[in-house]
């Protein structure tokens, strides 16, 4: 920390908004945030530096912030003690376990409880006091096939490699636009596209997998325009092609795989000419593709989100990484490598036994810890025993950025306690009978620990606090604490740990030293005691206070992949059952056929400075203020008598929405591009003034009940849609 001037300082911390962490500098006088910018004293994370962390302090100064519980009396909120909310929330709950059993009560997190070191740990150690599996996370919209393929494959849902791009000499890029997204997603690589330009300016080749043309697909090489939902059509294809040339890494197939067999039988069977049909893309294109990707000195595939928003999606994502490993792109200059980090982030994961819970309705099995967020609302309505009659939202906005959020309303409006967690009140949270109010992460510290593993190098950095909360403000892992004390309910579902952590308690209060109540920093310092060492240095905690910038902690290093396998035969299986019965599945099934009267799919794109539905509301990101607009193909548009910049109506079988339509090339012919977390309102508690709001939610239009059966991820970005022109005075429903 360094002064500025008498009053102002400069805090050196890390943005949290999403897996980047770029390293910045806050300015902050009189305990108000006067300006972040970029660290550009960090060695490794502020390269990607945007609007997102630049305007961090509006919502910490929200006009709309709640800043003390509020419990709902009527159609308004009033404010109330925190001892109030957490004896009348631990009464109410306890009320409906003791009548209905522990599954009676439920929880949801979002996006933002991951990048807390705190959040996650406590939430779940308050549902194992609890009892429950009820629990539902928002991975299942768009990231849980990653975590299948990497269990199915590598033994850990969490084994994510990360992309060596300095030395690639082919990037084949399925579903991702790093010229926006940052090459960020389970994984890290601070300034990566315009690392990979770079390369290509030294004549490596960047090709693009997307329906649309993309921000990146324009700086590509080569775009190729595939059919939504058919990238596994595609990258099938070329892995036949590898195989039946001869074109593999003869010696990675034998020996650091298992089920190569299985995985020639699944090829044998697929025909090239019906997977190109079924892609859209010309035989001849996909055959040069595969030759030149496997005969690349290095080369990657990389799958993002676009793979994965599809009943498809899962054997997408598994096809690229079985192209990574049979090309010998594993662990290997210019391919995906594996960083072990300074903590087993693996290891420690593992010792978290799966509960083997199935959902009460459907059956089918958690993944990553979470039941799918389309099932939710069935599971509210549904009576019977496990039912769910309460409710906590975490960091979540489930309406929003789910399926069918009209039906999953409805379904909140019903529980008998709905419990938010959050900075404002969105949509989400217009049922609830409690808000309480969070900690944003400039108020609070961080390590993010378990996802060292996940950068492109050995790094780490303790994420300070720049400013403190609002008094009436705690940080979420104290609220489950809380929660589990007054329910008596062992946190963690461990006896004595509820009476360790008052005794502490009382030790802080006798003593007047706060630090001596148990916190989460307890936790960072023995994460830290137990890190392993990194290109022989072990982490210790006076260095994480000492490098305010944070830490690399050595060059890159590979040859850790194979060792890190969890798969009880440290091998790769490379065609796991469940994934090529699927796989065959798709196969045999015919072509997806255009449904009468929706002739659309509606498709997704990512804005630098938009966040699921996270951010969408505040001006400094967005100062046009123009919210959603929907890309037609122009010869599309034509034929449906659709002009630049009408209003237009989009529907599907379960919803409707309204929105301004504009011309463009970008999205390939019947595809139809609206981008996804718009739509939340932002209400008033206090009922003085009008929701706010910007844009539409596209997901009213996604039916939640088709699902990929492994990933169980709904159809998000490859829903068929109608749309029409909306004539002037005609009555529309509400944008």
Request: glycine share 8%.
């Given at each position: 920390m360094g002064d500025l001037g008498t009053d102002t300082q400069t805090v050196f911390t890390f943005c949290r908004y999403c897996l980047a962490s770029c390293g910045?500098?806050?300015?902050?006088?009189?305990?108000?945030?006067?300006?972040?910018?970029?660290?550009?004293?960090?060695?490794?994370?502020?390269?990607?530096?945007?609007?997102?962390?630049?305007?961090?302090?509006?919502?910490?100064?929200?006009?709309?912030?709640?800043?003390?519980?509020?419990?709902?009396?009527?159609?308004?909120?009033?404010?109330?003690?925190?001892?109030?909310?957490?004896?009348?929330?631990?009464?109410?709950?306890?009320?409906?376990?003791?009548?209905?059993g522990p599954d009676a009560?439920?929880?949801?997190?979002?996006?933002?409880?991951?990048?807390?070191?705190?959040?996650?740990?406590?939430?779940?150690?308050?549902?194992?006091?609890?009892?429950?599996?009820?629990?539902?996370?928002?991975?299942?919209?768009?990231?849980?096939?990653?975590?299948?393929?990497?269990?199915?494959?590598?033994?850990?849902?969490?084994?994510?490699?990360?992309?060596d791009i300095d030395n690639c000499d082919y990037f084949l890029l399925v579903g991702a636009n790093p010229a926006v997204s940052a090459w960020n997603w389970v994984e890290t690589v601070p300034g990566g596209w315009q690392r990979a330009l770079a390369r290509q300016k030294q004549g490596a080749k960047i090709v693009v997998v997307d329906?649309?043309?993309?921000?990146?697909?324009?700086?590509?090489?080569?775009?190729?325009?595939?059919?939504?939902?058919?990238?596994?059509?595609?990258?099938?294809?070329?892995?036949?092609?590898?195989?039946?040339?001869?074109?593999?890494?003869?010696?990675?197939?034998?020996?650091?795989?298992?089920?190569?067999?299985?995985?020639?039988?699944?090829?044998?069977?697929?025909?090239?000419?019906?997977?190109?049909?079924?892609?859209?893309?010309?035989?001849?294109?996909?055959?040069?593709?595969?030759?030149?990707?496997a005969?690349?000195?290095?080369?990657?595939?990389?799958?993002?989100?676009?793979?994965?928003?599809?009943?498809?999606?899962?054997?997408?994502?598994?096809l690229g990484h079985v192209l990574n490993v049979i090309t010998g792109r594993m662990d290997r200059p210019g391919g995906r490598r594996f960083e072990p980090g300074y903590i087993d982030a693996l290891k420690l994961t593992a010792t978290v036994k799966p509960s083997g819970h199935r959902s009460r309705l459907t059956g089918r099995a958690m993944v990553a810890g979470a039941h799918a967020l389309s099932e939710l609302p069935a599971e509210i309505t549904t009576p019977g025993p496990g039912q769910i009659r309460a409710m906590v939202i975490n960091s979540g906005n489930p309406v929003i950025s789910g399926p069918d959020g009209a039906a999953l309303d409805q379904a909140l409006s019903q529980l008998d306690l709905l419990v938010a967690i959050d900075f404002v009140q969105r949509e989400s949270h217009r049922h609830a009978h409690w808000l309480?109010?969070?900690?944003?992460?400039?108020?609070?510290?961080?390590?993010?620990?378990?996802?060292?593993?996940?950068?492109?190098?050995?790094?780490?950095?303790?994420g300070v606090r720049a400013v403190q909360p609002p008094p009436g403000a705690r940080e979420e892992w104290r609220i489950f604490v809380d929660l589990a004390l007054a329910m008596d309910a062992p946190l963690f579902g461990v006896k004595g740990i509820n009476a360790f952590v008052k005794a502490t308690r009382r030790l802080a209060a006798l003593t007047r030293r706060p630090p001596l109540a148990f916190s989460p920093h307890w936790i960072d310092r023995m994460i830290v005691a137990m890190s392993r060492k990194v290109n022989g240095r072990k982490v210790k905690w006076r260095d994480l206070m000492s490098h305010p910038h944070g830490m690399v902690l050595g060059p890159r290093e590979y040859g850790h992949f194979a060792a890190a396998l969890r798969t009880e035969d440290k091998r790769v299986h490379i065609a796991p059952a469940?994934?090529?019965?699927?796989?065959?599945?798709?196969?045999?099934?015919?072509?997806?056929?255009?449904?009468?009267?929706?002739?659309?799919?509606?498709?997704?794109?990512?804005?630098?400075?938009?966040?699921?539905?996270?951010?969408?509301?505040?001006?400094?990101?967005?100062?046009?203020?123009?919210?959603?607009?929907?890309?037609?193909?122009?010869?599309?548009?034509?034929?449906?008598?659709?002009?630049?910049?009408?209003?237009?109506?989009?529907?599907?079988?379960?919803?409707?929405?309204?929105?301004?339509?504009?011309?463009?090339?970008?999205?390939?012919?019947?595809?139809?591009?609206?981008?996804?977390?718009?739509?939340?309102?932002?209400?008033?508690?206090?009922?003085?003034?009008?929701?706010?709001?910007?844009?539409?939610?596209?997901?009213?239009?996604?039916?939640?009940?088709?699902?990929?059966?492994?990933s169980q991820t709904p159809a998000m970005s490859s829903s068929y849609v109608a749309v029409e022109p909306i004539r002037p005075n005609e009555h529309t429903v509400r944008p």
């Open positions: 910045v500098a806050v300015s902050v006088e009189g305990n108000r945030v006067r300006k972040i910018s970029a660290d550009k004293q960090n060695p490794h994370s502020w390269q990607d530096f945007c609007a997102k962390g630049r305007n961090a302090a509006q919502l910490v100064e929200h006009p709309r912030r709640i800043q003390v519980p509020m419990r709902r009396v009527g159609e308004k909120y009033v404010e109330a003690t925190w001892d109030e909310a957490i004896s009348d929330i631990a009464a109410r709950m306890t009320a409906l376990i003791d009548a209905d009560v439920a929880a949801y997190y979002g996006n933002p409880a991951g990048y807390s070191s705190s959040n996650l740990i406590f939430m779940n150690g308050w549902l194992d006091a609890v009892g429950t599996q009820n629990r539902y996370a928002v991975g299942s919209v768009d990231q849980n096939a990653l975590h299948v393929v990497a269990e199915a494959m590598y033994g850990s849902s969490i084994m994510v490699p990360v992309s329906p649309l043309r993309t921000e990146s697909a324009d700086k590509a090489d080569v775009h190729l325009a595939v059919k939504p939902g058919q990238d596994w059509a595609l990258l099938l294809a070329m892995v036949k092609i590898i195989l039946d040339e001869g074109l593999e890494h003869r010696e990675d197939c034998a020996q650091l795989t298992t089920g190569m067999p299985e995985l020639r039988d699944l090829v044998a069977a697929a025909d090239l000419d019906d997977l190109a049909a079924r892609c859209g893309l010309p035989r001849v294109q996909i055959e040069a593709t595969a030759r030149e990707f005969t690349a000195m290095a080369a990657m595939v990389v799958t993002r989100t676009g793979i994965s928003l599809h009943v498809s999606g899962t054997v997408g994502e598994w309480l109010p969070a900690v944003h992460w400039l108020e609070r510290d961080d390590l993010l620990a378990l996802t060292s593993n996940m950068h492109d190098e050995p790094y780490v950095q303790y469940d994934l090529v019965a699927r796989a065959a599945e798709l196969l045999a099934a015919p072509p997806p056929q255009v449904p009468p009267g929706f002739p659309f799919q509606v498709g997704n794109r990512r804005h630098r400075h938009s966040m699921n539905s996270f951010l969408n509301d505040l001006p400094g990101l967005h100062p046009g203020g123009k919210g959603s607009l929907v890309l037609i193909h122009p010869a599309d548009a034509a034929e449906h008598e659709i002009g630049d910049g009408d209003l237009v109506r989009m529907s599907s079988p379960v919803g409707a929405v309204e929105v301004r339509a504009v011309l463009s090339e970008r999205p390939r012919r019947g595809l139809i591009v609206l981008d996804h977390g718009w739509g939340s309102r932002i209400f008033d508690p206090r009922g003085d003034a009008a929701p706010r709001s910007f844009g539409v939610n596209r997901n009213l239009l996604i039916d939640g009940g088709p699902v990929d059966p492994l």
